[in-house]
């Protein structure tokens, strides 16, 4: 079950949108090793029309490193040929992509375990805030750390 190999990480912090095809692309272009990707798109929720966009915010610098950390350990746990994991911040309207955990490897499990397992430390150890903007121009307040994304770490442990 472990990845002694390293692989490439391809970290990006940025308020850009991304294609998700194209990112897809790009992990496994030129590699005839990798016989699985798995990806993970989180999106904007309008939270049953009252949400008008999200608005996201990190320490620079600081997020790209945690991210990093969190795929090397990734790569270190399962044997993988590629990360690449994209987490927009800024203003996000519903809809509009928030972030992309893809993982390539050989066989599937080992895609699909990585895959999980980034998100699941992403939620909880990557450094982003979450400001809700509601619909009628109002700002509403901080999303509050779910209990449900530090129970999802427990698998991993």
Not at 17 to 31: N, Q, S, V
Request: a negative charge.
């Amino acid at each position: 079950m472990s990845g002694q190999q390293t692989c490439p990480l391809l970290i990006s912090v940025r308020s850009a949108d991304f294609d998700i095809a194209d990112e897809i692309r790009k992990l496994g272009e030129g590699r005839n090793d990798i016989g699985a990707i798995v990806s993970f798109t989180g999106l904007c929720r309008d939270e049953n029309g009252r949400l008008a966009a999200l608005e996201l915010e990190h320490y620079p610098g600081m997020a790209e490193a945690e991210i990093r950390r969190i795929a090397h350990k990734a790569s270190e746990r399962w044997s993988l040929a590629g990360v690449s994991i994209i987490h927009r911040y800024g203003l996000i309207r519903p809809g509009e992509n928030i972030v992309l955990v893809a993982t390539a490897s050989a066989h599937r499990n080992a895609a699909f375990e990585a895959a999980s397992f980034l998100m699941d430390y992403m939620k909880t150890d990557a450094p982003f805030w979450k400001r809700e903007h509601l619909v009628g121009h109002t700002e509403g307040g901080w999303v509050a750390a779910k209990t449900e994304d530090e129970q999802n770490l427990e698998r991993w442990q």
